[in-house]
């Protein structure tokens, strides 16, 4: 069974840094790009960053370029995402996703994706 366990949310300081991490299990990751996503309260859920299958492709939404970094290890089924000086406004909730191809689009969308994990949420507060 396909499964997806986001890890590595909590409280941070505006400025601060966090590493989430996205644990695949049932699938070889590898064959499928993963997304982050992130959801606000009273706000929709909209794309943070895609990274394809092998690793070598990446993208990211205008509103996190220059500060959050997407990776992923393999040979540990798992995917990273790098968050660094935080502000208030990156406060959601935070899912990873499957895609069904092993690139990414040229922009990260929803219906694209069809495995979300549970969510873990990032506060950005002093």
């Known amino acids: 069974q396909l499964q997806l366990v986001e890890s590595g949310g909590g409280l941070v300081q505006p400025g601060g840094s966090l590493r989430l991490s996205c644990a695949a299990s049932?699938?070889?990751?590898?064959?499928?790009?993963i997304g982050w996503f992130r959801q606000a309260p009273g706000k929709e859920r909209e794309g943070v960053s895609c990274i394809s299958g092998s690793g070598g492709s990446t993208n990211y939404a205008d509103s996190v370029k220059g500060r959050f970094t997407i990776s992923r290890d393999n040979a540990k089924n798992t995917v990273y995402l790098e968050m660094n000086s935080l502000k208030p406004e990156d406060t959601a909730v935070y899912y990873c996703a499957s895609r069904w191809a092993p690139y990414c689009g040229a922009t990260i969308l929803l219906d694209e994706y069809a495995y979300w994990g549970q969510g873990t949420q990032v506060t950005v507060s002093s």
């Open positions: 049932g699938f070889t990751s590898d064959y499928v790009a």
